[in-house]
């Protein structure tokens, strides 16, 4: 065992594996991650706590997540680049360990001027750091770990105990590289990947099977991302403005026939499409479960957290598998 | 070339409204490439001065001048005598901020203001476009990248390839910004070598670039060179 977290147990005991997300506030409300972490325990094995996603000021993800540990739940901290230099990301990985994080994410970050895409004022004007990147981030966080070395070179004597984990963005541009850049990743040390949202599972097909002839699979634990899709509005948007997000016209027209069944009734119409936007979500997870390779799902249910109970359920995925520690 | 923008004239009013004689020096070089400081925008500058000054019922005289380089000693000597004769009190310098400094430590007590915004090192694709090329980064590492800079034109600085923000050639912080990434993957796809990008770049040294600190460049054999007597020099070479 690497790290002992969770996630790392459940996915050795050949379980697949779930993750959620959960999203810090923009204050210091410890009280709302409390809150989410209630209504998410038990439903996924390790939840991701965002680091300033969308590079919008949140609660740092290393509070928020000691904050859900206090709750029992497992956090993923994850750790953009975007903000801190080697010097602070180290210390902070460190502390981290220190305060009982297990899993750590390490993702490059979105660019600080997207502001929540254009909703949220942000903070265009900050300075970005970018000292290292997403992979450097990841062979230095197994340098610590298995070597106990910085990345300067200077040795230390309790390694972090973490389960490394990077992203992979499978239908992002240019993507015949992505599978390159999968094993890049693989190879600079990560035990974990979470993919970015998919919807056209043909396509994440077709880049699941390069990942297995690189026999990527066997080497890294695979966790395709699902975003729950709420209204029509929001696959479109997915689908024009996300990077690295495709969703095929057949899933627009089901929800749009969804929304137009209600005919005029606005709120009835609502109704419809969230519920078509949960079931679409299981019928994902259950493609992704069949894709080989694939071993676990990250379901991002954004701003509607409160959501990703149910879908665990009708996804068949409860109760939670309980790998004790000593196993 | 270095790519610099002019201030706007209001902006460059305000710095000498109060100096009774102002000369305005361009640049022949780089800033008048770039359209920004040469000798027609030192006119369009001062004139724009002098009709301000005459509006506001200010006393002030606005001399112009445009030397080939505003970096290089014997150039600027030529600014610093004429500024002594002439009794200048304030200098607008529509060159780019290595101008504006190199002026500036030579000419004692006469402040010395910028003209133009410094932008970047770049060029121009296209007539009225100007773009990034080059970071400065002192440590080149364009031999593995298929010759376009990962530095400068990636708006993370990214060494290992496209984040997931890259789309259709795009990069996430503006559809008018072309993906770095996605260029040097096309290109390397072109040259045969893509394979190449597989290799993991570590974390890179930065204090070869203006993270290090001030940055100078000292070449020995050229100091001892400049030091050795005239004849002796000619005889070397």
Redesign the interface.
């Known amino acids: 065992m690497r790290s002992s977290s969770n996630l790392e147990r459940v996915l050795a005991a050949g379980h697949f594996a779930v993750t959620a997300e959960i999203g810090p506030p923009m204050d210091c409300n410890g009280e709302v991650v409390l809150e989410k972490a209630r209504l998410l325990r038990g439903c996924a094995d390790a939840f991701n706590i965002t680091d300033c996603q969308t590079a919008v000021v949140r609660m740092s993800s290393i509070a928020s997540a000691v904050l859900i540990m206090r709750e029992g739940l497992e956090p993923v901290m994850q750790m953009t680049?975007?903000d801190r230099n080697?010097i602070a990301i180290q210390a902070d990985l460190l502390g981290a360990a220190a305060l009982g994080i297990r899993n750590c994410l390490c993702i490059?970050g979105?660019?600080q001027?997207?502001g929540a895409a254009g909703k949220l004022k942000g903070h265009p004007g900050a300075k970005?750091v970018?000292?290292?990147?997403?992979?450097?981030l990841v062979?230095?966080l197994k340098g610590l770990r298995d070597e106990g070395r910085q990345?300067g070179g200077d040795e230390i004597e309790m390694r972090p105990p973490l389960f490394i984990g990077a992203?992979w963005?499978p239908m992002?541009?240019?993507v015949d590289?992505r599978p390159?850049?999968l094993?890049?990743k693989v190879?600079?040390g990560a035990d974990f990947i979470q993919t970015?949202g998919v919807y056209d599972m043909a396509l994440f097909r077709r880049q699941m099977q390069i990942a297995r002839d690189m026999g990527l699979h066997e080497r890294v634990a695979i966790l395709a991302g699902i975003i729950v899709p709420r209204n029509l509005g929001m696959l479109k948007y997915m689908d024009s403005a996300v990077?690295?997000v495709r969703v095929p016209q057949e899933l627009m027209t089901r929800m749009a026939k969804a929304r137009d069944a209600a005919g005029a009734d606005k709120a009835q119409a609502r109704v419809n499409q969230e519920q078509e936007g949960l079931r679409i979500a299981v019928e994902l997870i259950e493609q992704a479960r069949e894709t080989p390779g694939v071993r676990g799902v990250h379901l991002q249910a954004i701003e509607w957290e409160h959501k990703v109970p149910e879908i665990v359920a009708q996804a068949g995925f409860l109760p939670r598998p309980v790998i004790p520690a000593s196993a | 070339m270095i790519v610099a923008e002019r201030k706007s004239l209001a902006d460059i009013k305000s710095f000498v409204a109060g100096f009774e004689r102002v000369l305005v020096v361009g640049c022949g070089t780089c800033a008048t490439v770039c359209l920004a400081g040469g000798e027609s925008e030192v006119n369009v500058v001062s004139l724009a001065l002098r009709i301000a000054a005459r509006a506001e019922g200010r006393r002030q005289e606005v001399l112009e001048d445009c030397i080939t380089r505003q970096c290089e000693p014997e150039f600027v000597a030529a600014v610093i005598e004429r500024v002594r004769r002439q009794e200048i009190d304030a200098v607008v310098s529509l060159a780019c901020g290595v101008g504006v400094n190199f002026l500036a430590e030579r000419l004692g007590d006469v402040p010395v203001f910028p003209g133009l915004d410094t932008k970047f090192l770049g060029a121009s694709p296209e007539p009225g476009v100007w773009v990034e090329l080059c970071a400065g980064c002192g440590n080149c590492i364009l031999h593995l990248t298929g010759g376009i800079c990962p530095i400068a034109r990636c708006s993370k600085s990214l060494l290992n390839g496209p984040c997931g923000g890259s789309n259709n050639g795009k990069c996430e912080i503006s559809p008018d910004v072309d993906c770095g990434w996605a260029l040097i993957v096309e290109r390397m796809k072109r040259l045969g070598t893509l394979d190449r990008l597989m290799d993991i770049l570590p974390p890179r040294d930065w204090s070869s670039s203006a993270h290090g600190g001030p940055r100078r460049v000292v070449r020995e054999e050229l100091r001892q060179l400049a030091a050795e007597p005239a004849e002796k020099g000619a005889a070397v070479r």
Do not use: E, M, W
């Open positions: 680049c975007r080697r490059a979105d660019h001027s997207f970005n970018y000292d290292i990147d997403s992979i450097q062979s230095i990345q992203v963005t992002g541009d240019p590289f390159l850049r094993a890049k190879r600079a970015q990077a690295g």
